[in-house]
Nanobody
């Protein structure tokens, strides 16, 4: 089970940190990802991190502004979002997958096995 939190309203240029708590799983064996979906649009890849944290990738639209991290001792995934723009408005989802190889990470939604319920982020001008 994955539970996201930390979403809410924020002004453009501001910051938010999203969290995703996983239970009751072996979190430190899972590759994790963040995706988002705006109304009328397809689900978009935001960021992914390998089970160890050594492998990280970002979607083009957030690279340089967002940072993904994880705390395996707390079974928690994070997404630090900065310099937010109105086009970042979306429901943000965390996702988990047992990797096929060590330190793999995944940028396609269809590859993930488990999803959270999502948390809304709304960025206003």
């Amino acid at each position: 089970r994955l539970v996201e939190s930390g979403g809410g309203p924020v002004q453009a240029g501001g910051s938010l940190r999203l969290s995703c708590v996983a239970s009751p799983v072996d979190f430190n064996y899972l590759a994790m990802g963040w995706f988002r979906q705006a109304p009328g649009k397809e689900r978009e890849f935001v960021a992914t991190i390998s089970h160890s944290g050594r492998g990280i990738s970002y979607g083009e639209s957030v690279r340089g502004r967002f940072a993904i991290s994880r705390d395996n001792a707390r079974n928690t995934l994070y997404l630090q979002m900065g310099r937010l723009k109105p086009e970042d408005t979306a429901v943000y989802y965390c996702a988990a997958k047992r990797p096929r190889t060590v330190d793999s990470r995944y940028s396609t939604a269809a590859e993930y096995d488990h999803w959270g319920q999502g948390t809304q982020v709304t960025v206003s001008q």
